[in-house]
């Protein structure tokens, strides 16, 4: 499979990068493009040029800033694996990391581009000649979405793996654009909608994360695929505790990675006992509106959750 043609820039800093996005209409950011580079292979995503991130200095590395430690967008998931004080503050943000894909996407991949790889569905991600067996998809530029037959809607799911982590660990976002730097929290990020599922401006640029040190301690990520070495999860979950409580989060179940707010709330000032969590497991999965966007059941995806969310919290225990 080829690449569509497109122009490419390669500037030196966070400005220039803004600038190249906000000066081609329909230009892309490209990170490791581990995932945007198989998307522009099936035609999926077309953009007119690809502005890389490969040669900016600052979007790299971990540093300390008062209270909160920040990692640059453009620090790989290898280098985050490489990088011991992370892994004992914030172990399910090092585990999302070492569960993504494989060796490759973990070297090429980078922190921001996990977090803004584009939604998945079984009939938007394949290949152009499997697509023209039917009419295109909504979010591929057609009207119908078919996984529920409805028009002008798309329920593509959010399959990344660092996401629900960095949920849990109440990390945020530093963007920059033409109107300035902006830090959102990283719920934020997310419209919630298929087609477009970034909150961002066009010319927004993803240039670190943002992770309080009064979450560093007890996290853990669970993921459930279906080939280890190599595979997107069917379902992900992230577990954090502390003296405020428990803090749960899934992904690859809705159009955003979910925080499971209510989990949380009937696990509130109770004890981590078998009994406790196996009564809070019966309502996961009902904080996520879980579509057939893959080929596993609705009520297999919905009993993994309540699956994976207890095994991590036992680990956390
Ligand atoms: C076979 C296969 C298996 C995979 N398995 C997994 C998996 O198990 N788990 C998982 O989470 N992912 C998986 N992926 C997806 C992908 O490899 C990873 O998510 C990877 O981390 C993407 O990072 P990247 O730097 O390569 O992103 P890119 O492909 O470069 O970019 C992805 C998207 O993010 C945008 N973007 C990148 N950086 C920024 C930024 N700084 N600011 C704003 N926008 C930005 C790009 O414009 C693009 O839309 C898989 C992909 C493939 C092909």
Same mark, same amino acid.
């Given at each position: 499979? +080829?690449?569509? %043609?497109?122009?490419?820039?390669? %500037?030196?800093?966070?400005?220039?990068?803004?600038?190249?996005?906000?000066?081609? $209409?329909? *230009? #892309?950011?490209?990170?490791? @493009? /581990?995932?945007?580079?198989?998307?522009? #292979?099936?035609?999926?995503?077309?953009?007119?040029?690809?502005?890389?991130?490969?040669?900016?200095?600052?979007?790299? @590395?971990?540093?300390?800033?008062?209270?909160?430690?920040?990692?640059?967008?453009?620090?790989?998931?290898?280098?985050?694996?490489?990088?011991?004080?992370?892994?004992?503050?914030?172990?399910?943000?090092?585990?999302?990391?070492?569960?993504?894909?494989?060796?490759?996407?973990?070297?090429?991949?980078?922190?921001?581009?996990?977090?803004?790889?584009?939604?998945?569905?079984? &009939?938007?991600? $394949?290949?152009? !000649?499997?697509?023209?067996?039917?009419?295109?998809?909504?979010?591929?530029?057609?009207?119908?979405?078919?996984?529920?037959?409805?028009?002008?809607?798309?329920?593509?799911?959010?399959?990344?793996?660092?996401? %629900?982590?960095?949920?849990?660990?109440?990390?945020?976002?530093?963007?920059? =654009? %033409?109107?300035?730097?902006? !830090?959102?929290?990283?719920?934020?990020?997310?419209?919630? !909608? =298929?087609?477009?599922?970034?909150?961002?401006?066009?010319?927004?640029?993803?240039?670190?994360?943002?992770?309080?040190? *009064?979450?560093?301690?007890?996290? +853990?990520?669970?993921?459930?695929?279906?080939?280890?070495?190599?595979?997107?999860?069917?379902?992900?979950?992230?577990?954090?505790?502390?003296?405020?409580?428990?803090?749960?989060? &899934?992904?690859?179940?809705?159009?955003?990675?979910?925080?499971?707010?209510?989990?949380?709330?009937?696990?509130?000032? $109770?004890?981590?006992?078998?009994?406790?969590?196996? /009564?809070?497991?019966?309502?996961?999965? #009902?904080?996520?509106?879980?579509?057939? /966007?893959?080929?596993?059941?609705?009520?297999?995806?919905?009993?993994?959750?309540?699956?994976?969310?207890?095994?991590?919290?036992?680990?956390?225990?």
């Amino acid at each position: 499979m +080829h690449l569509p %043609p497109f122009s490419h820039y390669q %500037p030196a800093s966070i400005e220039g990068a803004v600038r190249a996005l906000a000066e081609h $209409q329909g *230009a #892309k950011v490209l990170a490791g @493009g /581990t995932d945007l580079l198989v998307n522009m #292979k099936h035609r999926v995503e077309l953009p007119s040029a690809l502005v890389s991130l490969s040669r900016i200095a600052e979007l790299k @590395g971990v540093r300390r800033e008062g209270e909160a430690t920040v990692i640059g967008a453009g620090t790989t998931l290898k280098e985050i694996q490489r990088e011991e004080e992370l892994g004992r503050k914030f172990p399910a943000l090092v585990q999302a990391a070492r569960a993504v894909g494989s060796y490759r996407h973990q070297t090429m991949g980078t922190l921001a581009g996990n977090l803004c790889q584009n939604t998945r569905c079984r &009939f938007f991600n $394949q290949s152009w !000649q499997w697509r023209q067996a039917r009419s295109l998809c909504f979010k591929a530029g057609g009207e119908d979405c078919h996984v529920i037959g409805r028009k002008n809607v798309c329920f593509c799911t959010y399959s990344g793996d660092v996401a %629900p982590a960095l949920l849990v660990l109440e990390g945020a976002v530093r963007v920059q =654009g %033409p109107q300035g730097i902006r !830090q959102i929290p990283l719920a934020e990020l997310y419209s919630g !909608q =298929g087609k477009s599922p970034l909150a961002l401006g066009p010319s927004e640029v993803v240039t670190a994360v943002v992770i309080p040190e *009064a979450s560093a301690g007890r996290s +853990h990520y669970e993921k459930f695929a279906l080939r280890g070495s190599i595979d997107f999860p069917v379902v992900g979950a992230a577990v954090w505790r502390g003296d405020a409580g428990v803090r749960i989060a &899934f992904t690859a179940v809705d159009r955003a990675p979910v925080r499971a707010l209510d989990l949380e709330e009937a696990l509130r000032g $109770q004890e981590l006992t078998d009994a406790a969590i196996e /009564t809070a497991a019966a309502l996961a999965g #009902k904080v996520a509106k879980v579509a057939p /966007t893959t080929v596993h059941p609705v009520a297999f995806k919905r009993e993994l959750m309540a699956r994976l969310f207890a095994k991590g919290l036992r680990a956390l225990r």
